[in-house]
């Protein structure tokens, strides 16, 4: 099955920035729209950015003008640019993919916002 790993999450301080990074591996045959959400204890899981396979992008709207994503379709790779980080984007952040047979999770990888 399809298999993502995540990675390029850590500890920065509010206002700064990271870049998250999603490889995908297994029966992949074509480039499928890919997103990341994420999620922090007591709170729902949200959508943060997606990417169709004509390479449209969308964000949720906490993360509009900070947060870019972005594709590479040679090796069905997607990053996710973030700058102006705030403590309420303190979450584990997942990799997603989607076919017809439903979607596909990452591990997830830690993001923290401190000081």
């Known amino acids: 099955q399809v298999h993502l790993v995540e990675s390029g999450g850590g500890l920065v301080q509010p206002g700064g920035s990271l870049r998250l990074s999603c490889a995908a591996s297994?029966?992949?045959?074509?480039?499928?729209?890919m997103g990341w959400y994420r999620q922090a204890p007591g709170n729902q899981r949200e959508m943060v950015a997606r990417?169709?396979?004509?390479?449209?992008?969308s964000y949720g709207d906490s993360v509009k003008g900070r947060f870019t994503i972005s594709r590479n379709t040679a090796n069905i790779t997607v990053w996710l640019q973030m700058v102006s980080l705030k403590p309420e984007d303190t979450a584990v952040y997942y990799c997603?993919?989607?076919?017809?047979?439903?979607?596909?999770w990452g591990q997830g990888t830690q993001v923290t916002v401190s000081s």
């Open positions: 990417i169709t396979p004509g390479g449209r992008a």
């Open positions: 297994g029966t992949i045959d074509s480039w499928y729209a």
């Open positions: 997603t993919l989607d076919r017809m047979e439903g979607r596909s």
